[in-house]
């Protein structure tokens, strides 16, 4: 299918060390065909399943098993416990350091209604079994910056923006934005996922609605033509550079 076929070419486009992953929400009452393939899991939090997802594995995530109580919100699993919704929690985490500032963050989180998900996947973009709903990106800012400026080519030129609490990087910012407002969003990653996953300091995470997939390669083919090399080359750099250090001979 197309995703699949695209999904190799779109990690080598943008030299992305770990795969693309395709992100399903399974809806209550539905399900995909080729769930037999991917793997039950217990426990979990669902930036766990998604590192699982981007180092080659396909993973079920169901609301009941969703370790994370933040996530589990988002996606309309569970209703956020109160200790999250009335800004303590962030408080003891030291996240920040008024309950206000914390009840804030989560009223204003974007969130899938309560009881429309009974699980989430995600496997390897070049697995797809089905179109995906969501596609998400982790790995270097330079990398998915090339995807994020061929999603603005696409809309001609519209400036992109990011929407994020630095909570909930890959569950609300990475999927459940791009899920509900049919737009690509990016965020600089969050405290959970960057001390539950192996999301380095030097990573973040990106989410796309999948129907943007073949328009987004497609802009990313004429941008390896000439713009990626040309500014990975860093020849003006280069030429600063030795410039700089001509004159500190002289």
Not at 24 to 37: I, Q
């Amino acid at each position: 299918m197309e995703a699949a076929t695209l999904g190799a070419e779109l990690q080598t486009l943008i030299s992305l060390p770990t795969e693309p992953a395709a992100v399903y929400l399974v809806p209550r009452g539905a399900d995909r065909p080729g769930k037999a393939g991917f793997t039950r899991l217990d426990s979990h939090r669902w930036c766990q399943a998604l590192m699982r997802a981007r180092h080659g594995e396909s993973v079920r995530l169901e609301g009941g098993n969703c370790s994370c109580p933040a996530a589990a919100a988002a996606f309309g699993f569970k209703p956020l416990p109160e200790g999250l919704a009335d800004g303590t929690g962030l408080v003891g985490f030291g996240i920040v350091r008024s309950a206000e500032t914390g009840r804030t963050m989560f009223q204003g989180m974007p969130r899938l209604p309560f009881g429309s998900c009974v699980a989430i996947e995600a496997c390897p973009l070049r697995s797809a079994p089905a179109p995906p709903d969501v596609i998400v990106l982790e790995g270097p800012p330079e990398s998915l910056m090339w995807v994020a400026l061929a999603d603005l080519d696409l809309d001609g030129g519209a400036r992109r923006r990011a929407d994020t609490a630095v909570l909930q990087a890959t569950c609300v910012d990475a999927v459940v934005i791009p899920y509900l407002e049919r737009r690509l969003n990016f965020s600089l990653g969050c405290y959970g996922c960057r001390e539950a996953t192996d999301l380095g300091m030097e990573e973040t995470v990106l989410g796309f609605p999948g129907d943007r997939l073949s328009s987004i390669i497609a802009s990313l083919r004429v941008l390896q033509e000439k713009a990626i090399p040309r500014s990975r080359a860093k020849a003006v750099f280069r030429y600063h550079q030795a410039k700089e250090n001509s004159h500190e001979r002289k």
